[in-house]
Each structure stands twice: as C-alpha cells, then as structure tokens.
C-alpha cells in the first residue's frame, strides 16, 4: 500500500489542458511519485466528463504512465472509465489528476459518489493530488468563484486551510474582489496566476514552480491596514538546472 | 399565477427523437405564452455539447426563446441563477445520471429554485432523470446497475422509464414497488409523456405508434397493474417514413453501447 507524506500541488492554471507544448507542471508532479511508470488516474467531473478534455488527458499521459479516468456521468455505460470499484482504484494510483471546470458542481458530483471521503484518504496515504482550477481550488477550506452571479466564497474540501483564487493574471478584477473578500474574513491564502503552482506538503507550502518565466504567486492576507499581497519566491520549471533533474531547495 | 405543470417523458424529444418533434411541440404548446422562453438543464448528462446542440436545433427554428443552462461551462455565467431560471416559460431537463443531477442541482441550490419556479406556474418538463425527478422517488443506472434512488417530491409515487427501450429496468422497479423501496406509479415506454396539473396526472400522450405506459401499485404484498390509455400525438398528420430512421438509429446507438463507444460520438 502507498504510505508517504500528504501532497497536493494546486495550478492556477496550465498543465496538458492549457498549454500545449510545455507541461512542465505535469512533469513536476509526475516527478513527485518517485515512480518510473507512475499510475495516474484522472477525474474529470468539473468539465461535466468533456470527452476532447479526457482524449487530452489520455494523449499526454498515456505514453509515460498507468493512465485511466473515472467518468461519473457515464457509470452505466462502461466506455473505458473505471467501473467496478471506485476507492479500490483510486486508492491504488499514484497521481490523482483533477480538471478544470466548475467546483460547485464538481464537488457536488463527488459527494454523490462519496468520492470525497476517498480523495481524503488518497491524500492522507501521500497519493500525490494536483490539478489546474476547479482542481486547485477543490482541495481548500475557501475559494472565491464568479460562477452564475457575483462573486462569492464556496466552500471545497478542506484539506488545505487556506482560501485560493486562480487564474489570477487572467482577469483584472480577480485581484480586487479576491481582496475585498479577504479584508471581510475569507481567510488568508493563495493567489495563483496560470502556469504556477503550489506544491504543498502536508498542509505547508514547501514550493511554488512554474512553467513561464514570468508566473507569479502571492500570498494574501488582511492586516491592520487592510489587505496584504506578498510575492511569493516561484522557481521556473524551465531553467536548465530543472531540465536536468538538479533539485533546487525551496 | 397558474397552475403548476409538469410534464414526464419517458425518453423522447429532441435528445432521442430528432425527426419526430411531436413530444417538444407538446411540450410548447403547454405554455400560455405563444412564444415561450425555455431553458434547457442538460446537468444529468455533464452538459454534454451533442445534447446542448440538439436542444438548439429543435428549438431555434420554432415559436420560442430557447436557452441552455450549463452548471459546468463557464462561459456567459454571469446571470444569476434565480433571474436566469424564475424569468422562463418552460423549463425543460435533459436525461443522463439522475444521481449527478440532484446532487449538482443541490449544490447550486437550484433544486429550491425549482420548485420554487413550479409553484409560481413556469412549466417543468423531462426525460429520462429529467421525468423522475420530479417524483419522490425513481429508478436510475448512475452507478451501473439500476437502483432505486429519492427525487425531489412534487409529484407523489415513483416513475421508471425506457420500459421498452432499456428492459433491465423495468423488473427491478417493479420489485422495487412491490417491496415498499419505491412507493407505487408509473413505467412509461420510450414516447410517452405524462402531463401532471398540479399533481394530478390529467393526460398521457405519445409521439409513437403503440407506446405505452402503465400504472401500478403495491397491494397486499401484490401488484396490480393497469395500462393507461394512451393518446398518439399529431394523429393522421405524421409522416410515416421517420419511424424507419428512428428504428436504424436506435439499432446504431444499442451497437454502440454494446461495443462501449459513447453516445456523443455518435
């Protein structure tokens, strides 16, 4: 059975789905397994199962790993997903990869098939979990969403106890409303622009990469003067050390 | 404010029948608008493109304002919920996992604003989880093998659909029933539709030459079944030639099933 520490390693966007030629992300937490052929099973229920975004999945992991996915929307069809037991499987992969898409309904989704309390267990076996958006703001307490009206804080899983907001170079008015709602008690957290991602250990930040030489992070937090944005120090995935497999302390 | 309308299909309508919209004219004639806005919750099925697709074809070229709904597409969300939903003449739900669906609707809260846009007399229609739905309770392949599974309680009793077109669900709804897992109801063949005034069943219609649907209830540990008196949709004015269509594309999409290609490749 996989014993080893906690791991998530939340994008704010990237890996196969958006960049097509560099996955660096990916490639970093393929790493994170320590396995030469890693299993690594995604979960696509954000997108609503989007068959181009699990051919995608397939076309960039499948050379290198154990690659399978789950599909909840086509339980009764049998069309290549996982069928007969759910937590057997997940429980037994290495990387579990979760896509983008809309949290709310994707959580949803997953406490429907009690998937919850098997990805709680996966992450607490050190099953490496990692995913861009909807698969970065899942694994905290707070995330802030514009889905269907203003913006407001939904609630994810809460492994991590922070807030999160992605995608955070992409529209302007993220960063503003992401403060707003940190100075009114959302608790302190995450901003993560696409290509970045947080590599947690446990619970604890251990390690921001990158795979644009220009992505940024911050930490967000309220203080007495209102809200303070720190930047986070990010290492880019892209430099010739990394590309050598040199590892460089955080 | 009118009456609450509901209107079940047991399969059929633009998803299943794309040259046969009899049940979809139906379904816009129960609208007291003559040019009613319909919103499509395709939820039950991940908001699949071949279903929001189908929806536009059916629909734009008719006397409506057609809309889809997706709770997964990020696109154009900006509206809130409730001033997308409570502004509709029909509301219209599409089949697929009924366990997704209320799971995802509950999430979003949207199961209240459903109910709430029933009392308020909007017209709530569906196939498939889009017809159980609206039952306490129903009978859904979400995981796999059929199962008896709660809905939201507007209607009393429990539907079970695709009696013709999925055989393995009947038999388990009916020991279901006659169990006291499901309370007693209806089974409705591909084509039927079962039109609900507030919540007494007033009209079973079909878009199907020899459909049928049936009541049945548990008595004494017994079940006792009665077939319902159906009527065929656009009688004498439908052309006999689509059923032929529709025979070859059901034959081509059980082939598909059975050699494990998805339905949107189709």
């Known amino acids: 059975m ?19 030629e560099s996955s660096l992300l990916d ?7 320590g396995c030469d052929r890693p299993r690594v099973c995604f979960l696509p229920t954000a997108s609503g199962d989007a068959d181009h975004y699990i051919v995608r999945f397939y076309r960039r992991f499948a050379p290198s790993c154990e690659a399978s996915h789950v599909s909840l929307f086509r339980r009764d069809q049998g069309t290549g997903g996982v069928e007969d037991h759910l937590e057997r499987h997940l429980l037994a992969q290495d990387l579990l990869y979760v896509g983008g898409g809309n949290m709310v ?95 947690f250990r446990d619970t604890a930040l251990t390690r921001v990469v990158t795979s644009r030489p220009d992505g940024c992070a911050y930490r967000v937090e309220s203080s007495a003067g209102g809200v303070e944005e720190t930047r986070l120090e990010v290492s880019y995935l892209g430099a010739p050390s990394h590309r050598l497999g040199v590892s460089v302390a955080a | 404010m009118s009456e609450p309308v509901i209107f079940t299909m047991g399969g059929g309508g633009f998803t299943m029948e794309p040259s046969n919209p009899l049940l979809d004219d139906y379904v816009l004639s129960l609208a007291s608008s003559p040019r009613p806005r319909i919103l499509f919750l395709p939820t039950a099925s991940g908001d699949t493109q071949p279903q929001m ?62 109910i709430e846009a029933w009392r308020r007399g909007i017209v709530l229609a569906g196939l498939s989880a889009g017809a159980m739905c609206w039952f306490q309770g129903g009978l859904t392949r979400s995981s796999g093998p059929p199962e008896p599974i709660a809905g939201l309680g507007l ?42 005034r507030g919540t007494r069943l007033v009209r079973a219609v079909s878009s199907r030459p020899g459909a049928g649907a049936e009541r049945v209830d548990a008595i004494a540990g017994e079940l006792v079944r009665q077939r319902l008196a159906v009527e065929l949709l656009g009688a004498g004015e439908q052309p006999g030639a689509s059923a032929e269509e529709e025979a070859i594309r059901e034959l081509r999409q059980v082939r598909a099933l059975r050699s494990g290609i998805p339905l949107d490749d189709l």
């Open chain 2, 155 to 196: 209607l009393d009793g429990s539907l079970t659909v695709h009696a013709d077109g999925e055989p393995e669900r009947l038999p388990v709804w009916l020991r279901c029933v006659r169990e006291g897992s499901l309370p007693g109801g209806w089974a409705l063949d591909d084509g039927v539709g079962l039109l609900f």
């Open chain 2, 53 to 114: 697709r189908a929806f536009q074809e059916r629909f734009d070229c008719r006397a409506c304002i057609p809309e889809p709904l997706s709770l997964f597409r990020l696109r154009d969300s900006r509206r809130p919920l409730h001033e997308t939903l409570l502004a509709q003449d029909i509301i219209y739900v599409g089949g697929g996992s009924m366990r997704n669906m209320l799971a995802i609707w509950r999430a979003h809260d949207l199961d209240a604003l459903l």
């Open chain 1, 105 to 199: 309904s994707m959580i949803g989704a997953w406490r429907a098939h009690g998937l919850d309390e098997v990805l709680r267990k996966a992450w607490r076996r050190g099953i490496v979990l990692c995913g861009p958006s909807a698969g970065s703001l899942c694994w905290f307490e707070d995330a802030l969403s514009a889905f269907h009206g203003a913006p407001r804080i939904v609630r994810g899983l809460g492994f991590l106890p922070y807030s999160n907001c992605v995608h955070y170079d992409a529209e302007p008015a993220r960063r503003v409303e992401y403060h707003r709602f940190v100075a009114d008690g959302m608790l302190p957290g995450f901003a993560v622009e696409d290509g970045v991602a947080l590599h």
């Open chain 1, 27 to 33: 490639d970093y937490v393929l790493s994170l397994t």
């Open chain 1, 2 to 20: 996989h014993v080893g520490i906690p791991q998530i390693v939340a994008y704010g966007g990237g890996g196969f789905s958006l960049e097509r």
